[in-house]
């Protein structure tokens, strides 16, 4: 930004301030962060919508600036990507929600560890789903207080087992609840300040899982089971909502604090979306249009409306002005919004490209124009501005203008470094994290002839395990970082049944090989779901641990295989995971059996 413009918004920033004389530098407001998962643009009640109760969000619109065309990513991980480095989730390795496609690769600067370089207290309460393992979680990324759960997605919203730090504990409530009360514990704390609270929420996201109350009052207006769900969870965040902005004003905080809140991508489910084609997981304007409302009394003018557009990637460097947050040594790809939440050089916003990727589709979206691209259908093209609905592809009458926002994603991936598409190996031996787990779902599964290994439900989504192993060929393999040599404790979790007693499962590291054998069944327990709609997913728990042996690991990057060296029964046991714990250091000879030995 210019320095003529800096000073105009800092200007405006200090006359409009009737707290203090002092510069956003010196005395830098908090900052609550506030992201909900899966709830669409027209699950909010000022946003048209008559059957859904959002009171505290509709008053939160109204107490600062509200944005009318805020584009994310058309997917959890990749959003949630963008908002933490300001850069397109491509270019720090996300594109996808599991299996390590999640993953911020780890010479990314995160927002955590901008404000903690700044010194604010930072905490975060909720969903992650940028890195499973350290230093990609939390505690790696500059967050000193975090509860809740790496992966995309939680099995149990009542009485959850969370991870608080670095260790899984049980909490009792109903998750949206505890997630916060754990974030006003933390406010609490640091209500001295600065902090930086952020709360990506996993409500709505599935399961269909909500207290009664929320649920029967939504069936009793006549909705199906699937949106009395959704809404009422939203009601739900929008009461734990309030309770946060009560606390605020109960500390006198409110005044010192910028509140932000946003939705990660379009709705879960078919259901009101203002008119907007498509949905989660689309590259139309339903999937990626979502609420942006941001408040900071007596800085942001009270009742705004900007109808620029804007993105996930703006908010880093929007913060990094507000609160003097460090500089990144990398290109952002964001705009700093001063600007347009202030109202200073508000028409001075040029025309720009945001560009989307999820499942091999891309979009590309400027000011007037979507550019669409499914698979590997043509290229499509949409007028915004006379047609929102998206209901006539005008690329033939278009041809010059499609191909330059065909171009534009064109060259964003040449940009792209194809390493940054592949996951990164998960850090074996760190200090920090002497115990890894490689869970099942991460595991590449190589099949004998595309069959012999599946994933429980097909698709490798969080918390899936290995099953229909029925092919001595196949196996599944992870790719592993091993950051310190050493001895590690090797242990499978697994469950198996009566006639797999006397399979042969054989973990292996380049050559070196642990042969363990099933001596006994193990069966799992079924957990009973408060599902409000019938799911895919299988809640279980109860997995056995069958210890492999000691193996000894050299420095670099391998591949941990699993393989099937005897199969009894008509399939190898499930298996759940490889769980690698360090003993040692590597000195002496490795314990593991190897070939010819």
Same mark, same amino acid.
């Given at each position: 930004?210019?320095?003529?413009?800096?000073?105009?918004?800092?200007?405006?920033?200090?006359?409009?301030?009737?707290?203090?004389?002092?510069?956003?530098?010196?005395?830098?407001?908090?900052?609550?962060?506030?992201?909900?998962?899966?709830?669409?643009?027209?699950?909010?009640?000022?946003?048209?919508?008559?059957?859904?109760?959002?009171?505290?969000?509709?008053?939160?619109?109204?107490?600062?600036?509200?944005?009318?065309?805020?584009?994310?990513?058309?997917?959890?991980?990749?959003?949630?990507?963008?908002?933490?480095?300001?850069?397109?989730?491509?270019?720090?390795?996300?594109?996808?929600?599991?299996?390590?496609?999640?993953?911020?690769?780890?010479?990314?600067?995160?927002?955590?560890?901008?404000?903690?370089?700044?010194?604010?207290?930072?905490?975060?309460?909720?969903?992650?789903? #940028?890195?499973? $393992?350290? @230093?990609?979680?939390? %505690?790696? +990324?500059? &967050? =000193?207080?975090?509860?809740?759960?790496?992966?995309?997605?939680?099995?149990?919203?009542?009485?959850?087992?969370?991870?608080?730090?670095?260790?899984?504990?049980?909490?009792?409530?109903?998750?949206?609840?505890?997630?916060?009360?754990?974030?006003?514990?933390?406010?609490?704390?640091?209500?001295?300040?600065?902090?930086?609270?952020?709360?990506?929420? #996993?409500?709505? $996201?599935? @399961?269909?899982?909500? %207290?009664? +109350?929320? &649920? =029967?009052?939504?069936?009793?207006?006549?909705?199906?089971?699937?949106?009395?769900?959704?809404?009422?969870?939203?009601?739900?965040?929008?009461?734990?909502?309030?309770?946060?902005?009560?606390?605020?004003?109960?500390?006198?905080?409110?005044?010192?604090?910028?509140?932000?809140?946003?939705?990660?991508?379009?709705?879960?489910?078919?259901?009101?979306?203002?008119?907007?084609?498509?949905?989660?997981?689309?590259?139309?304007?339903?999937?990626?249009?979502?609420?942006?409302?941001?408040?900071?009394?007596?800085?942001?003018?009270?009742?705004?409306?900007?109808?620029?557009?804007?993105?996930?990637?703006?908010?880093?460097?929007?913060?990094?002005?507000?609160?003097?947050?460090?500089?990144?040594?990398?290109?952002?790809?964001?705009?700093?919004?001063?600007?347009?939440?202030?109202?200073?050089?508000?028409?001075?916003?040029?025309?720009?490209?945001?560009?989307?990727?999820?499942?091999?589709?891309?979009?590309?979206?400027?000011?007037?124009?979507?550019?669409?691209?499914?698979?590997?259908?043509?290229?499509?093209?949409?007028?915004?501005?006379?047609?929102?609905?998206?209901?006539?592809?005008?690329?033939?009458?278009?041809?010059?203008?499609?191909?330059?926002?065909?171009?534009?994603?064109?060259?964003?991936?040449?940009?792209?470094?194809?390493?940054?598409?592949?996951?990164?190996?998960?850090?074996?031996?760190?200090?920090?994290?002497?115990?890894?787990?490689?869970?099942?779902?991460?595991?590449?599964?190589?099949?004998?002839?595309?069959?012999?290994?599946?994933?429980?439900?097909?698709?490798?989504?969080?918390?899936?395990?290995?099953?229909?192993?029925?092919?001595?060929?196949?196996?599944?393999?992870?790719?592993?970082?091993?950051?310190?040599?050493?001895?590690?404790?090797?242990?499978?979790?697994?469950?198996?049944?009566?006639?797999?007693?006397?399979?042969?499962?054989?973990?292996?590291?380049?050559?070196?090989?642990?042969?363990?054998?099933?001596?006994?069944?193990?069966?799992?327990?079924?957990?009973?779901?408060?599902?409000?709609?019938?799911?895919?997913?299988?809640?279980?728990?109860?997995?056995?641990?069958?210890?492999?042996?000691?193996?000894?690991?050299?420095?670099?990057?391998?591949?941990?295989?699993?393989?099937?060296?005897?199969?009894?029964?008509?399939?190898?046991?499930?298996?759940?995971?490889?769980?690698?714990?360090?003993?040692?250091?590597?000195?002496?000879?490795?314990?593991?059996?190897?070939?010819?030995?």
């Amino acid at each position: 930004m210019h320095l003529a413009k800096k000073l105009l918004i800092l200007c405006f920033l200090l006359a409009a301030s009737p707290v203090s004389a002092q510069t956003p530098s010196e005395t830098p407001p908090n900052v609550l962060l506030i992201m909900t998962d899966d709830q669409g643009y027209g699950d909010i009640r000022s946003h048209n919508n008559p059957k859904i109760d959002t009171p505290v969000l509709d008053r939160l619109a109204n107490d600062g600036a509200r944005f009318n065309q805020f584009m994310v990513s058309p997917m959890c991980a990749p959003t949630r990507a963008a908002l933490l480095t300001g850069r397109f989730p491509l270019r720090v390795g996300v594109h996808g929600v599991t299996r390590g496609r999640e993953a911020i690769r780890q010479d990314e600067v995160t927002l955590g560890q901008l404000f903690k370089q700044k010194g604010y207290a930072t905490g975060i309460f909720g969903k992650w789903h #940028n890195g499973e $393992h350290y @230093p990609y979680t939390p %505690p790696g +990324r500059g &967050f =000193d207080r975090f509860v809740g759960f790496t992966a995309g997605h939680w099995e149990n919203y009542f009485d959850p087992h969370l991870i608080d730090g670095q260790e899984l504990r049980p909490f009792e409530g109903y998750i949206t609840d505890v997630l916060t009360d754990e974030a006003l514990r933390f406010i609490e704390k640091h209500k001295d300040g600065p902090f930086f609270c952020y709360l990506p929420y #996993n409500a709505p $996201h599935g @399961p269909w899982q909500l %207290p009664d +109350r929320y &649920f =029967d009052k939504y069936k009793s207006w006549g909705l199906d089971d699937t949106t009395a769900s959704a809404y009422g969870m939203v009601e739900n965040l929008d009461d734990n909502i309030g309770r946060l902005l009560d606390a605020l004003d109960a500390h006198g905080l409110a005044d010192n604090t910028v509140v932000i809140f946003l939705t990660d991508n379009g709705p879960n489910s078919d259901r009101y979306n203002a008119g907007m084609r498509g949905r989660k997981g689309d590259v139309h304007e339903g999937g990626v249009r979502v609420p942006l409302f941001v408040r900071w009394p007596g800085q942001i003018p009270e009742g705004r409306v900007v109808n620029q557009l804007a993105a996930h990637i703006d908010l880093l460097p929007t913060l990094q002005t507000i609160c003097g947050l460090p500089a990144v040594d990398k290109p952002l790809d964001g705009r700093d919004l001063t600007p347009l939440l202030t109202g200073v050089e508000s028409a001075d916003w040029p025309d720009r490209k945001l560009l989307d990727y999820a499942w091999s589709r891309a979009g590309v979206r400027t000011e007037r124009w979507r550019a669409i691209k499914d698979h590997t259908q043509p290229w499509e093209l949409y007028n915004m501005q006379s047609d929102p609905g998206q209901t006539t592809d005008v690329a033939a009458e278009e041809p010059e203008v499609l191909a330059g926002l065909a171009a534009a994603f064109d060259a964003y991936k040449r940009e792209v470094d194809y390493d940054a598409m592949y996951p990164e190996p998960t850090p074996v031996g760190l200090a920090e994290a002497a115990r890894v787990t490689l869970p099942a779902h991460e595991a590449y599964l190589h099949k004998h002839n595309n069959d012999g290994i599946h994933y429980v439900t097909g698709a490798g989504w969080a918390g899936e395990w290995i099953t229909r192993w029925n092919r001595l060929e196949a196996y599944p393999s992870w790719r592993i970082s091993v950051r310190e040599p050493g001895t590690y404790r090797v242990t499978l979790l697994y469950a198996s049944y009566e006639p797999q007693i006397g399979s042969e499962l054989i973990v292996e590291v380049g050559e070196t090989r642990l042969p363990v054998k099933v001596q006994t069944a193990h069966s799992l327990r079924h957990i009973p779901a408060n599902d409000r709609v019938r799911t895919k997913k299988t809640y279980v728990e109860g997995w056995g641990e069958l210890s492999a042996g000691v193996i000894t690991l050299e420095s670099g990057e391998q591949q941990l295989r699993v393989r099937a060296g005897v199969m009894t029964g008509k399939a190898m046991p499930l298996l759940k995971a490889v769980r690698l714990e360090r003993e040692s250091q590597a000195s002496d000879a490795s314990h593991a059996e190897r070939p010819g030995a």
